[in-house]
């Protein structure tokens, strides 16, 4: 469990490790290079590079923390990767399952897993359950989350790398929007994120911009989130039109 500097969570909670690319939004993984520093820093759990590995000894945390928490579960890794046992998710399942007073976010794109075991998971409402889109080829993976019975299914549109042009939110519930960050991070363009905004928007959907991911993606220079003594500072600000978008879903607002 650690602090987060994610701007849509709380806490990270990393009962698997490790992951293998599948799609272009993989390209730059943070959770690759972060990996690489814990293992050269001799972090023990992350021994064995970005291989894919379950910790079961992770599985008692959520019980330890006194006050209700807002959780990214697996931020170092995808919990429907193909290499984690239907029973460690099961295991994982009935943790989130036995502490309501958590909220639990879990992220994958992996939507045909997901989509195939779902109906084996006990969908507890505490559970948020979301998709990666990053360009529109990936936009099956909105329909595969919208037939879970998930009670709350979010979009993480991050890193948006090119232009989602068929946005299907009647069954979503939260959508999220960044650019993305690092050396080699790819442009965002405005107009991607004031598109996505508009569909949110029209469907009464909760928007979050997360950050345009360097400042020279930021249409605005002189956005103050830029500056990272900002109280809302994100990489490369996040200021949309000289406003701050960072709704949630109703019971984390």
């Known amino acids: ?39 050269s820093m001799g972090a023990e759990k992350y021994s064995e590079g970005f291989k894919v590995k379950v910790h079961p000894d992770t599985l008692t945390i959520p019980f330890t923390w006194k ?31 036995q502490t309501p007073q958590h909220i639990y976010q879990v992220l994958t ?3 045909e897993r997901l989509m195939e075991i779902a109906n084996e998971l006990n969908w507890t ?38 232009a989602v042009n068929t946005l299907d939110l009647q069954k979503i519930d939260w959508v999220i929007v960044g650019g993305e960050s690092g050396p080699k991070a790819r442009p965002l363009k405005k107009e991607w994120v004031d598109f996505i905004r508009m569909k949110c928007e029209m469907a ?32 490369g600000g996040c200021e949309l039109d000289g406003k701050i978008y960072r709704a949630m879903p109703k019971r984390a607002a």
């Open 204 to 235: 009464c959907v909760p928007f979050f911009f997360k950050q345009w991911g360097k400042p020279q993606f930021n249409v605005n220079p002189n956005d103050p989130t830029i500056d990272v003594k900002h109280p809302k500072h994100a990489k």
């Open 109 to 111: 794109k992996r939507s």
């Open 67 to 97: 006050k209700p928490k807002v959780v990214f579960v697996n931020s170092m890794s995808d919990l429907f990767h193909p290499e984690v046992p239907l029973d460690y998710i099961k295991a994982v399942f009935a943790v989130m399952n």
């Open 125 to 162: 409402e505490n559970i948020w359950m979301g998709v990666s889109v990053e360009n529109e080829k990936y936009t099956y993976r909105i329909d595969d989350l919208s037939n879970t019975p998930a009670k709350t299914k979010f979009l993480s549109i991050e890193p948006l790398i090119d």
């Open 1 to 39: 469990m650690a602090q987060s500097n994610i701007e849509w969570t709380e806490l990270t909670w990393n009962p698997v490790t490790g992951c293998t690319k599948i799609s272009p939004g993989c390209k730059n993984c943070y959770a690759e290079v972060m990996t690489r520093r814990l293992k």
